[in-house]
Each structure stands twice: as structure tokens, then as C-alpha cells.
């Protein structure tokens, strides 16, 4: 319950901060990314982004997810992509999205895109991989 409540706190606060900014239909690229005037800004955004993903997982779940042979696969390829950014902190992530986001072809790469290549590129995929999901994001993108 408890977790319930974080979560709808960080989407609480994220909201809040978006309406406050007039921006809750912009898309969240990089172009977005680049407006946001504070770290701490910054920081609110990926707090929610991340608690995000947990919630993204859990609506994913069979309806019948005790008894669904899905549910521990799902869980197991969930937790075993979130353990690569575990030990980056909310600070550290900022500064690779406003590094990977210098480069002008990616602005109109979403966030959480981003966030998913940058957790790819920590997780050690082959370069090739890379340079093929990175071509994916900026076509596909924005």
C-alpha cells in the first residue's frame, strides 16, 4: 500500500509540475528536455519516470497473475533490465540524458526512449546494437 501511495505521489507531483508549466501535451523529447530550468526539475521528472516503469511492469501482469505462467517472465525480464540502472543515481541519469541529448539529432528522441538506450549502452550491448536502436529512436521518435 505504501508503494501505491509513493507512486501516486511522484505522478501527483510530475503532474503538478507539468500543469504549472502549461506543458502536459508537449512531447517529452529532448527538445522538451532542454527547457527544464532546474536540476531539481530535472530530478522530479525521472523520479516519476522510474517509478513509472515499476507501474508500467505491474499494469503488464496477467489479470489472473497468480495462476498466469506470463507473470514470472514478465517480472524476471522487468527486474533484470531495471538492475542496470539500480546503482545510477537520479543525478547521474540527468547528466547522460543532457549529454546524449547535446548531440542536435537526437532532440527529438522521447525521454524515456532515451533513458531505455542509455540503460542499454550501461548494460554493455554490442556497439552495432546500439547504433541500431539509437537509428530506430531518432526515425521513430517525436
Given at each position: 500500500m505504501?508503494i501505491?501511495?509513493?507512486?501516486f505521489c511522484?505522478?501527483?507531483?510530475?503532474?503538478?509540475?507539468?500543469?504549472e508549466?502549461?506543458?502536459r501535451t508537449?512531447?517529452r523529447?529532448?527538445e522538451?528536455?532542454k527547457t527544464i530550468?532546474?536540476?531539481e526539475?530535472?530530478y522530479i521528472?525521472?523520479?516519476?519516470?522510474?517509478d513509472?516503469?515499476l507501474?508500467g511492469?505491474l499494469?503488464?501482469?496477467p489479470k489472473?497473475?497468480?495462476?498466469?505462467?506470463?507473470?514470472?517472465?514478465?517480472?524476471?525480464?522487468?527486474?533484470?533490465?531495471?538492475?542496470?540502472?539500480?546503482?545510477?543515481t537520479t543525478a547521474a541519469?540527468?547528466?547522460?540524458?543532457?549529454e546524449?541529448y547535446?548531440?542536435?539529432?537526437?532532440?527529438?528522441?522521447?525521454?524515456?526512449?532515451?533513458?531505455?538506450?542509455i540503460s542499454?549502452r550501461?548494460?554493455?550491448?554490442?556497439r552495432k546494437v546500439?547504433?541500431d536502436?539509437l537509428?530506430?529512436l531518432?526515425?521513430?521518435?517525436?
Amino acid at each position: 500500500m505504501r508503494i501505491a501511495i509513493g507512486v501516486f505521489c511522484c505522478f501527483a507531483a510530475v503532474a503538478a509540475f507539468a500543469d504549472e508549466k502549461g506543458e502536459r501535451t508537449e512531447n517529452r523529447t529532448g527538445e522538451w528536455w532542454k527547457t527544464i530550468e532546474t536540476d531539481e526539475e530535472k530530478y522530479i521528472y525521472l523520479t516519476g519516470l522510474r517509478d513509472g516503469a515499476l507501474l508500467g511492469m505491474l499494469y503488464s501482469l496477467p489479470k489472473s497473475a497468480e495462476n498466469s505462467p506470463c507473470r514470472p517472465k514478465l517480472m524476471q525480464t522487468y527486474l533484470q533490465r531495471d538492475t542496470v540502472l539500480a546503482s545510477v543515481t537520479t543525478a547521474a541519469l540527468a547528466r547522460m540524458l543532457d549529454e546524449f541529448y547535446q548531440d542536435r539529432a537526437n532532440a527529438r528522441v522521447m525521454v524515456p526512449a532515451a533513458v531505455f538506450y542509455i540503460s542499454r549502452r550501461l548494460a554493455g550491448d554490442p556497439r552495432k546494437v546500439l547504433q541500431d536502436l539509437l537509428e530506430s529512436l531518432r526515425k521513430n521518435e517525436g
